[in-house]
């Protein structure tokens, strides 16, 4: 076989006699090109475990991001457990924990935060926080009503940009400086008759140390007019026993002197003397009843009431006093109102207290309408009596007839003494209807006169 060569790599053919082709593939050609071969398979291989690794680790880094950025923007978020057991997959884990940790310190917080809110919102006392420097924080919706304010408009304003008051401002003020507590009671409205109870307290860090103040606003109008009441109530009793007392003590004195043996004057000072015994008598036994009444104790029982015989009961006890002024007292009992249920002793005294009073305050010769009615409540449909003592005398003032009922008021007190009585009858009437479930009211005017009304279930 005869030899060719180039002196470069090449490939060999050779075609034997018998007709056999033969290749003869020189090494280092051979070699080169698998070389070639296996790098880029392996860069191959490379590169696409590389893609791989960049694709699962940019979904890693992605929710990562999307965690430390809904962490950031204060989105709570549900901890997850889907990370690689690598590195990236612990501070994964790590990052998860913390913000899951992070987000149930914040539902904690906005849970506390809402119970705060419904506890202020509820609260029937009104609550304004200040800082240190005297500028207000918080106010909950009570304050809001009380000092006529929006908090939108007050919040980070001073005390006396919100309500003009140097007495509570200097209070508040005194309590930042010192950090103690302080209270008054003040009038904060000017159009209406409001009294409130206020109570400053300092707000203490950890060290003690002042960082701010709460007011506490307390209403106190309905106490004050209570201890007014009661006030008011004791000078009356004390009045209406001194009266008496000082008339009685006067005759016995003056009978002990000797005027018990003159007989004429003897009976007049006695007789003065039984009246004016009869009164308190009338006075203390009015006083009880009421208490029994106010305290809730005295049983009702009741039973079925003729209407008419219990005015013709009524009537006849003091028609005599009214024919003294020449009054005529005309009773009505409309269809339907025949009979009803009550206490039969209550109901008497009623309207024994209404007659009464209608009779002292009628101008003479006038008439006294008394007049029992039936009357269908539209929104439940009970079944009611309405009973009605009309009068014509002085006309009542609009302001005094919601105190009528108050125990010793009176309109005209100097009238009052004139014409008796303890001034606690329309007292005992209120308590005794409304122990009957049952309510009353007065209404006076020149055209129709002073109309008291009771109105009362029918069963």
């Not at 028609?319 to 007292?329: G, M, S, V, Y």
């Amino acid at each position: 076989m005869k030899k060719f060569t180039l002196k470069i790599a090449a490939m060999y053919f050779l075609i034997t006699a018998a007709g056999f082709f033969v290749i003869k593939l020189i090494t280092y050609f051979l070699n080169r090109e698998l070389r070639w071969f296996e790098l880029s398979g392996v860069l191959l291989v490379c590169l696409l475990v590389f893609l791989l690794w960049i694709n699962y680790y940019s979904k890693v880094f992605m929710q990562l991001n999307d965690l430390v950025h809904n962490f950031a923007h204060g989105k709570l978020v549900d901890i997850e457990e889907n990370f690689s057991d690598d590195e990236i997959g612990e501070l994964s884990k790590t990052l998860q924990q913390a913000a899951y940790n992070s987000n149930a310190t914040i539902r904690k917080m906005l849970q506390e935060r809402d119970q705060m809110k419904t506890i202020l919102a509820s609260m029937v006392e009104g609550v304004l926080a200040f800082d240190l420097s005297g500028r207000l924080l918080l106010i909950n919706e009570t304050a809001e009503e009380m000092l006529n304010v929006d908090r939108e408009k007050v919040q980070g304003h001073y005390f006396l940009e919100i309500l003009p008051n140097y007495q509570v401002a200097y209070l508040l003020n005194r309590c930042l400086v010192s950090g103690e507590s302080q209270m008054t009671e003040v009038k904060l409205s000017s159009v209406e008759q409001e009294y409130y109870r206020v109570y400053i307290n300092p707000i203490k860090g950890t060290e003690k140390n002042i960082q701010g103040a709460i007011m506490v606003l307390r209403n106190i109008t309905k106490l004050r007019q209570l201890e007014e009441m009661r006030t008011e109530f004791i000078a009356n009793v004390s009045h209406e026993l001194r009266t008496p007392l000082t008339s009685i003590k006067g005759y016995v004195e003056t009978l002990l002197d000797g005027a018990i043996e003159d007989r004429e004057y003897a009976n007049k000072f006695l007789s003065i003397i039984n009246t004016e015994t009869n009164r308190l008598n009338s006075l203390i036994r009015d006083l009880l009843f009421l208490s029994e009444l106010e305290s809730g104790d005295m049983d009702i029982v009741k039973t079925k009431i003729d209407s008419l015989l219990l005015l013709e009961k009524v009537i006849n006890l003091l028609e005599p006093i009214a024919a003294k002024k020449n009054l005529t007292i005309m009773r009505n009992v409309v269809p339907g109102a025949e009979t009803f249920r009550g206490s039969q002793d209550m109901l008497e005294q009623v309207l024994i207290n209404l007659l009464d009073n209608a009779i002292k305050y009628s101008y003479e010769g006038g008439t006294i309408r008394i007049q029992i009615e039936p009357e269908l409540e539209h929104d439940s449909g009970e079944e009611k009596i309405v009973i009605k003592v009309i009068n014509q005398g002085m006309v009542i003032p609009a302001e005094s007839l919601p105190r009528l009922f108050e125990r010793f008021y009176r309109v005209d007190k100097a009238r009052s003494r004139q014409v008796g009585g303890t001034g606690l009858g329309l007292s005992i009437v209120k308590h005794v209807v409304e122990r009957h479930r049952g309510s009353v009211q007065a209404t006076s005017s020149e055209e129709e006169g002073t109309i008291f009304t009771v109105i009362l279930p029918k069963k």
